[in-house]
């Protein structure tokens, strides 16, 4: 259960309710929201009656929450939630198709600025790029650290395009929140409970990859550790499970947006990149992917593929992203999904 | 070994590169291609010479095949296979998608008749029904067996739609094959090399269903088996592959579409009904597979899913089969698809 | 439900049962049993009444199940099943471990002998070797058929081993049957219902090979198909599943040993051989399954591993099958169990 | 490939290895060792001549190395690593059998020390308890914290045993190292670079669990990831992977430890209690453990499973655990194993 404050309860009033709960032997969990606070009730053994609590100062209403996540569950709020990003009000999970593109890792400030350019003049409005990258093997390119993310400022700058990029460990999180519009949470960290709390105390919003082998739950309850923390500004993203399966790097599977989208008012993306890890896979699953509801996609793009550091052969050629740019506005149009205006056309 | 023959090769020539090849020990495949014939060499334990054939009248020459499999591959035959079903031309694999709808289960006539009702008002030209339900348990529902046969052929005298139907052993498909249009085998029978050889020995078309944990190379393989006994009409089906995932019944490898498609020439479709198990995701699913580059779809549909002696919890109603072919229609035509003239237009 | 009739039961009273379920509304299952009918009860939405029939002429007693398999169940049969095999009165599922030992493939006469004469003098009582082989590529050797099956039978005749062989489809039993001591379904065959219902016709055990990705209770389910038909005779086997690892060519699943000893009473059997795939991983994970309470092994064994014309790799050598036998005597007995006489002490 | 350096090779001797390496366009990786240092070569296209570096002074040799793992290799090390725990010589991977035992959470210093006084009296010299738990959900008991660590403490002093607790990021594991004899990298964070990196640095030994998904490649990389920091002292351990079976929380898949065995130099343990997730298997699996050739247990014990914090369903009894260290030992015996001598008897 979950018992929503009024926005001008006060702190007595709040701690009257969690001591009526810690009286009755259970748990509370005071949730402090954007507007309002919330207590959450764990370790109670069924439902409990609403009116042990709705009848009290300062609540404005006791809910049933069946699901072990709450904060993320359409339970506790019915609409979408809108994910602002940058200050001239970008929105994910809205209208707008969210197309995130650039390379694996930032390798050098030309390699970036020639792949921003692309990007950019593609239409898209969001640029990914790693600065510290998690590489399985100790004997890879770790990426270029605090470089990279001033290359990435600098693309902000000279590009218009927002930045999103990832965080690797809660110090880590202190540094690269200076530089991004985005934190990204890789795949191997989706359990990495430090920093998920960490960046569940930043401002900035999160993008969280889904776990290699992550239930459905389980990715939801890692996004609920982020919102726990006040942080509600969080985008998921499906990039593929581990299977049996061999044609692919991973198996992505696609049906896990219409299943987030029922249970969660969180916008979810889709990275076709590392969801198949071969190039001539990228277009078609970003076509499958727009299609079947996801709110955008993050895609690896390199101007000079099989030069790349990491990942080349899963990054599309420029003119490849244009054609995904093209293709997937198309669909998106069928499912009254539009495009964000290009920088450009903001520009003119 | 391919043997490709010059365009403009005879009937003699051909015949002339067969003897060679059995002459050896081996055994010859003519495979009428759109231009040309091409012979396939099985059978031979190493790679052979390509001058034993390339000097022969009328060869244009003679290619060795680094795969596992062969007829299947593109290495043999480089265009799209195009499958004709029935009497009246319908192709699948070519320019229009092939949407095969109806029950799981023929339960009786009426049912029977009032599906084919709304799958033939909302266009489709193929109808789905099982006679022969492989069951999990023994204790489920097993089909009505040849009754149900002979509703499927009332079924296509009566609305002009073609019948998809289930064969589950060689013996059964004696009788299964004087029915229907097109004999499926399905997931559980994949491997099921007797019941591959015996529809590879009929001159219906084939619907071979992926298996629940099949890769690639042994689906292809599965089709292969049908091909070798001189069956050239076979329709690839993904239908989902089993993995850790629970918020689906199986999990739908859509990425095996573009790696299925740049292997062999053979057409696939997709099964979202049974790729998901839940009625909500079959929708965004079917949209996804027509935006991946599937042929076509094969989906459940039953007049009141809520009272189906099998699988009405992925049943569509109706009108959602309505949207669904609204929806993938607009989606196909972003990647230059039709769907079949409606068997009303025929009519008309 | 089931309602077990009392071993003099009437047809009519058998009748009485039966017209009064389906009265309710549900579905009647009549199973006979060795001894006695049992009717099976299906469609009723929630547990019933054993009073219901209790009082009805003719019947022992009614039994709840909860579990979707019925006679494969512990809930109808408390005590572990005994597997009889040949003539002699061994049996599988008793004290003493069961090890079957001998080539994937019969290749010849002299192969199969030079094998049984190692596997005899390793103190082994049965005999495994394919007649009839469900290979993924036509193109693979496919066994030497009916010629196999009189092999088999000379291996029994000289060495006094009994056979295990596999059976492909229900007409192929027909065959089979004629020189088998125990029938075997292969794993891609799990769910082949044709040929599970096959089997459950005939007076032969059956040893039946766990799916590549099947759950616990499918497994159990397709043995309740061959139970069903009145075959109780029934030997299940784990052989691994499909998962993302790729250091063995299946995932062996031992934990499978005690979960369907807690669910069934039949015995069952652990494939270290096709479980790993790796000749060099056969013995660890044989005395592993023995230590985890499997009821014996089923293993490869071949004269010439190296020149063997299937699963060659995973075979052992002659040295390394006495190695396995004594090591896994060893562990036997720390759990009370031990191994049959050998054939030549009986001769002795 | 990989230079290794002549123990008394002088810090210049090794500046010219790395700059010659960087000369030739590669990457030089300084690996100190315990007796010498190493230069790993990455970067490289092709095999290198060892030639190249074999004439230079302070050169032992080059070794060719195969493997994208180098240090945990057994092309490094061919023989077994001894990784030594405590002050008192305890050795992990070498003729003794370590088991590890304790609850999931230390919840309390009575439950702690029963547990502890339980696990000493049944022979057990290593203590399991988690101060910092990673939970799937924010709203699950997360561990008592420094206060855990602290009862941990004083479990050693009262009772003699050797203390394996849980680090869960790189600023926590300044903490942890104070008290604990063992650090533990949970399943979770085996990606978790920034541990990795940071266990690597501690001079405690490390127990390193796989991945829920991780390949044998990534299991032994991640180990890589702590050699290459300087830690030898890694313990593996195998503690169940995730796949569609769902008999069991996770699947045991046992065959990974003679695969480690044949790679790798470094001792694997095995961990029953996660890798079934259910009490009664814990038992035969860690049977099957001992009798595959691992180095050890890990066994979640609790005083009272029944009112255990967290994953009560899965801890033994500790009049189970006494039957479990029984059991072990007789089967270790039979490969050669023994038991550490138990606490009491060293201070008898």
């Known amino acids: 259960m979950l018992v929503v404050m009024k926005p001008a309860a006060s702190e007595e009033e709040i701690r009257a309710v969690c001591e009526k709960i810690q009286a009755m032997g259970f748990r509370a969990h005071p949730m402090p929201g954007a507007q309002r606070m919330a207590v959450g009730i764990t370790g109670n053994p069924g439902p409990l009656d609403p009116e042990l609590f709705e009848g009290m100062a300062g609540v404005a209403e006791a809910i049933r929450v069946s699901k072990p996540y709450k904060l993320v569950s359409r339970e506790i709020r019915d609409e979408d939630s809108l994910v602002r990003v940058g200050d ?12 995130i593109a650039g390379p694996c890792a930032i390798e050098s400030r030309d390699q970036a600025f020639r792949a921003a350019e692309r990007v950019e003049r593609a239409g898209a409005r969001l640029f990914r790029g790693g600065a510290f990258k998690p590489r399985t093997s100790p004997y890879s390119f770790q990426g270029l650290g605090e470089e990279g993310l001033e290359i990435l400022a600098e693309v902000r700058g000279r590009f218009g395009l927002l930045i999103v990029t990832e965080t690797i460990d809660p110090v880590n999180c202190d540094l690269v929140e200076q530089y991004a519009d985005v934190l990204q949470v890789g795949a191997r960290n989706m359990q990495n409970y430090s920093l998920l709390k960490r960046v569940g ?21 890692a996004a609920e550790y982020i919102l726990f923390e006040g942080n509600y500004n969080v985008i998921l993203c499906e990039r593929g499970v581990r299977t049996f399966a061999d044609h692919t790097r991973n198996t992505l599977d696609l049906s896990v947006i219409p299943a987030v989208k029922k249970l969660s008012h969180l916008p979810i993306l889709v990275d076709p990149s590392h ?29 000079e593929p099989d030069r790349a550091l990491s990942d080349g ?7 490849q992203f244009e054609e ?25």
């Open 88 to 99: 001239a009000g970008l929105v994910v999970g809205g209208k707008e198709l969210a197309i």
């Open 324 to 348: 995904l740019m093209s293709e997937t506005a198309a669909i998106g149009r069928i499912l009254g999904r539009t495009m964000y205006p290009a920088v450009t056309a903001l520009k003119g």
């Open 201 to 221: 105390r930043s401002k900035k919003p999160v993008l969280l990859k889904r776990g290699m082998s992550a239930t459905l739950d389980e990715f939801l309850m």
């Open 275 to 303: 969801g198949t890890g071969k190039r001539d896979k990228v277009l078609p699953l970003a076509r499958a992917a727009v299609a079947v509801g996801a709110d955008g996609l993050i895609v690896e793009v390199h101007p």
């Open 313 to 319: 052969y899963q990054s599309l050629y420029p003119e």
